[in-house]
C-alpha cells in the first residue's frame, strides 16, 4: 500500500472501502512491529531474513515516520500524498516492498490486499 501511488489515488484519496487509510497502513507498518521504538536491524532473524531486509525496510519506516511526524497522524490521505518527501517514502517503501515480495516468493506487483484478507491471514487459530 505505502509503495504504489496508482494504488494510494485509487484507494485512499477516493475513500474506496476495505482498504483502510494511510494512517492504517503506517500504523501497521510501524506500531505492529515497533520499528518506531526498535531499529530494524534488531530483528533480523526473528521477522527479517538478513541486514538488506532489515535496511530496506527501516529506511522505509525513518522515510514514512518523517512525514507523518509533519502531517499529523490522523492527516487525510491528500495531506500525506501532497507532502514534498512523500514520493522519497514511497520509492523507500518500494524497495522494501520488492525485497520482501520476491524472498517470499510473491509478485510485488499484486495488488494490496483488503484489510479483511489481511486479518484473515494473520488470524491465529
Same mark, same amino acid.
Given at each position: 500500500? #505505502?509503495?504504489?501511488?496508482?494504488?494510494?489515488?485509487?484507494? +485512499? !484519496?477516493?475513500?474506496?472501502?476495505?482498504?483502510? =487509510?494511510? *494512517?492504517?497502513? &503506517?500504523?501497521?507498518? /510501524? $506500531? =505492529? *512491529? +515497533?520499528?518506531?521504538?526498535? @531499529?530494524?536491524?534488531?530483528?533480523?532473524? *526473528? %521477522?527479517?531474513?538478513?541486514?538488506?531486509?532489515?535496511?530496506?525496510?527501516?529506511?522505509?519506516? #525513518?522515510? /514514512?515516520?518523517? &512525514?507523518?511526524?509533519?502531517?499529523?497522524?490522523?492527516? @487525510?490521505?491528500?495531506?500525506? !500524498?501532497?507532502? @514534498? $518527501?512523500?514520493?522519497?517514502?514511497?520509492?523507500?517503501?518500494?524497495?522494501?516492498? %520488492?525485497?520482501?515480495? &520476491?524472498? =517470499?516468493?510473491?509478485? @510485488?506487483? *499484486?495488488?494490496?490486499?483488503?484489510? =479483511?484478507? !489481511?486479518?484473515? !491471514?494473520?488470524? %491465529?487459530?
Amino acid at each position: 500500500m #505505502l509503495s504504489d501511488p496508482a494504488f494510494q489515488q485509487d484507494a +485512499w !484519496l477516493a475513500g474506496r472501502p476495505g482498504y483502510g =487509510d494511510v *494512517t492504517d497502513a &503506517v500504523y501497521r507498518l /510501524v $506500531e =505492529d *512491529t +515497533w520499528l518506531d521504538r526498535w @531499529p530494524a536491524e534488531k530483528y533480523v532473524g *526473528t %521477522i527479517f531474513r538478513d541486514a538488506e531486509e532489515a535496511a530496506l525496510v527501516g529506511a522505509a519506516v #525513518l522515510r /514514512v515516520l518523517q &512525514v507523518l511526524h509533519e502531517v499529523g497522524a490522523d492527516a @487525510p490521505a491528500a495531506a500525506y !500524498l501532497g507532502h @514534498p $518527501e512523500w514520493p522519497e517514502a514511497v520509492l523507500a517503501a518500494r524497495a522494501a516492498h %520488492i525485497r520482501l515480495a &520476491v524472498s =517470499d516468493g510473491d509478485n @510485488p506487483d *499484486t495488488e494490496p490486499r483488503t484489510l =479483511d484478507d !489481511l486479518r484473515m !491471514l494473520t488470524r %491465529i487459530n
